[in-house]
């Protein structure tokens, strides 16, 4: 089974920047796609980025021209940089994957790491 472990949360001010990682552990690494999502407490999880096989990418629109979704394959890791924050990016964050990019975009897994915690002041 894919294991997912997220890092590089933190507690910054309004503006400024944070750098996520999420390491994967598989073989099959360059074969999925991949969707960052965060998620407030008594809300859903809502995906804000996502990378396929190939590198297409899509954002969601209040993080678009803020957040980078990228990956290395040599490190089997996902990163999100993350500028411009806003307290509203306030959440624990979670990256996933699938060789399906419907269940990406779903959100529809069966198990999630543990997360990271972003908290942005104002």
């Known amino acids: 089974q894919v294991q997912f472990v997220e890092s590089g949360g933190g507690l910054v001010q309004a503006g400024e920047s944070l750098t996520l990682s999420c390491a994967v552990s598989?073989?099959?690494?360059?074969?999925?796609?991949y969707g960052w999502f965060r998620q407030i407490p008594g809300n859903q999880r809502e995906m804000v980025a996502f990378i396929s096989s190939g590198g297409t990418i899509h954002y969601k629109e209040s993080v678009a021209g803020r957040f980078t979704i990228s990956k290395d394959g040599g490190k089997n890791t996902v990163y999100l940089q993350m500028d411009t924050l806003k307290p509203e990016d306030t959440a624990v964050y979670y990256c996933?994957?699938?060789?399906?990019?419907?269940?990406?975009?779903?959100?529809?897994?069966?198990?999630w790491g543990p997360g990271t915690q972003v908290t942005v002041s104002s």
């Open positions: 598989t073989s099959t690494f360059d074969n999925l796609a």
């Open positions: 996933n994957g699938d060789f399906i990019i419907a269940t990406v975009f779903s959100g529809d897994f069966a198990s």
